[in-house]
């Protein structure tokens, strides 16, 4: 059987060192290209020029110039021009590994109800050089089933890396259009969405290449948390309506939805989300100190104490970390200082097994008199 086309969708930003090496990696594959779109978001560098370069030597490539955080209507503007069955993405900063495109294209020409394909990555630094550091999409060295990756989905809007991911377009179409209210996680609001319907599948082979560039960390600002609560809340429970065995996973989505409304500083939803996590089973030491700091934070004191007073019991068990931060958090409690105690600075990361506290100091205002 002959190997089908595939449209190829980049989106870049400030991306002229990288842009060129991106394009070529992708022709490097054993597929032939239907179409190439680059979409430029606003690059101040120059990413346009260069992008309008290689378009002109093509004749299948086009160019669309956008401004930052119009992705969706990239992607919906590229969709409508599309000539083949199959979509593939690609952020300009990232690389095509050999083989990929063929090993995804195998997989759904073998599997005709897959919707999708995502492959594991590599994390790459500024020249393209492998680093020994986990990169988004990154996770086990198996092909996960069904079930694995729907819960992957719910509590990582990372879990499938953007430039890994090779969609059927029949499958877009039936999911419905890119969300242009999202200018962060448009990508993972649609492959929730369509999870909800058809199949995806997660190649365990490390065929996409991810630069970890300092600006790439959207997850660090408050309204990319923002809407990633927003997005895993509402798409979440449609899986979870849709596939009730995925329940087990509803503690991994809570995880998910307190880390990016705490990151947000949306106290009030982290404290809701805390508080139903804790009705479900019960909080650990990380967990009820953040939910001291969200009562604090909303001037809560009381309570706060009382859960503070509940705690004590078990400091014993803290490790030097948690104790440094339960002392902190009694002491600012008490009505002396300024600390503001950030549970989710951990050096090794969200829901990792007695992950290690930072504390960070920061003014705030006064307590109020007893």
Not at 91 to 98: H, N, Q, S, T
Not at 166 to 177: E, F, K, N
Request: hydrophobic share 45%; with cysteine; proline share 6%.
């Amino acid at each position: 059987e002959p190997m089908p086309t595939v449209d190829l969708h980049i989106r870049a930003r400030e991306a002229a060192p990288h842009l060129e090496a991106a394009v070529a990696a992708v022709e490097a594959q054993q597929v032939p290209l239907a179409s190439l779109h680059i979409a430029d978001l606003g690059s101040t560098d120059a990413t346009a020029h260069l992008a309008a370069e290689l378009c002109a030597a093509r004749p299948h490539a086009s160019l669309t110039l956008l401004q930052p955080g119009e992705g969706a209507l990239a992607l919906g503007r590229m969709l409508a021009r599309c000539q083949s069955e199959l979509v593939a993405f690609l952020d300009a900063d990232d690389l095509f590994l050999p083989g990929k495109l063929q090993a995804q294209l195998q997989v759904l020409q073998q599997h005709p109800a897959v919707a999708g394909v995502a492959t594991h990555v590599v994390a790459l630094d500024a020249q393209g050089r492998p680093m020994p550091t986990p990169a988004a999409g990154c996770r086990a060295n198996a092909v996960l089933g069904r079930k694995e990756q729907l819960g992957r989905l719910l509590c990582d809007v990372e879990a499938l890396a953007f430039s890994s991911v090779v969609v059927r377009r029949a499958a877009l179409t039936q999911a419905g259009p890119f969300d242009l209210k999202l200018t962060h996680h448009f990508a993972h609001d649609m492959w929730m969405r369509l999870h909800q319907s058809r199949a995806f599948e997660l190649l365990a082979l490390p065929l996409t290449g991810y630069r970890m560039l300092p600006q790439r960390r959207a997850t660090a600002s408050l309204a990319a948390c923002g809407e990633a609560w927003s997005v895993l809340g509402e798409q979440a429970a449609g899986l979870l309506r849709r596939f009730p065995s995925l329940t087990i996973y509803v503690d991994a989505l809570y995880e998910a939805l307190i880390f990016y409304a705490y990151r947000a500083q949306n106290f009030t939803a982290a404290e809701k989300y805390l508080r139903a996590k804790k009705d479900r089973s019960s909080l650990n030491a990380r967990d009820s100190l953040m939910l001291v700091n969200c009562m604090m934070q909303q001037q809560n004191f009381p309570e706060a104490n009382s859960v503070l007073t509940q705690l004590q019991a078990f400091e014993p068990q803290f490790d030097p970390h948690e104790k440094a931060c339960f002392r902190e958090m009694v002491w600012r409690n008490c009505g002396a200082g300024h600390m503001l105690v950030d549970p989710f600075e951990a050096s090794l990361g969200m829901g990792v097994p007695n992950g290690r506290f930072v504390l960070r100091r920061q003014q705030v205002p006064p307590l109020p008199a007893a």
